[in-house]
């Protein structure tokens, strides 16, 4: 089986930082496009962030555009979130996921597009 691994969640306060990291054991994801997605208590799983092989473009929801920033280092096999500024509308379990077609798909088909899920990692947001 295929794994992707999520970790650097965790507890904060409004305003600070963390750093997700997705890892694979089994996957070299410099050749996959590789996105987060979130899902808040109650709430849908939304598209939160994409980004491409080969020509590293990023996408991003519009309400953590200039707050969030994916990258990836492809020595460390690893694709990263940094969230910035965050609030607690951000309280989320966070998903990695691999798609091996070079493109990010846009709106609720994002989902779908998916070949390969972590199993999450929870970031809450809370004074």
């Known amino acids: 089986q295929v794994r992707l691994v999520e970790s650097g969640g965790g507890l904060v306060q409004p305003g600070e930082s963390l750093r997700l990291s997705c890892e694979s054991p089994?996957?070299?994801?410099?050749?996959?496009?590789v996105a987060w997605f979130r899902q808040a208590p109650e709430k849908e799983r939304e598209g939160v962030s994409c980004?491409?092989?080969?020509?590293?473009?990023?996408y991003y929801l519009d309400s953590v555009k200039g707050r969030f920033t994916v990258s990836r280092d492809d020595a460390k096999n690893t694709v990263y979130l940094q969230m910035n500024a965050l609030q607690p509308d951000d309280t989320a379990v966070y998903y990695c996921?691999?798609?091996?077609?070079?493109?990010?798909?846009?709106?609720?088909?994002?989902?779908?597009?998916?070949?390969?899920w972590g199993k999450g990692t929870l970031v809450t947001v809370s004074v």
């Open positions: 980004l491409t092989p080969g020509n590293g473009k990023t």
């Open positions: 089994d996957l070299n994801l410099d050749t996959y496009s």
């Open positions: 996921a691999a798609d091996r077609a070079p493109v990010c798909v846009a709106g609720p088909a994002a989902e779908n597009a998916m070949d390969y």
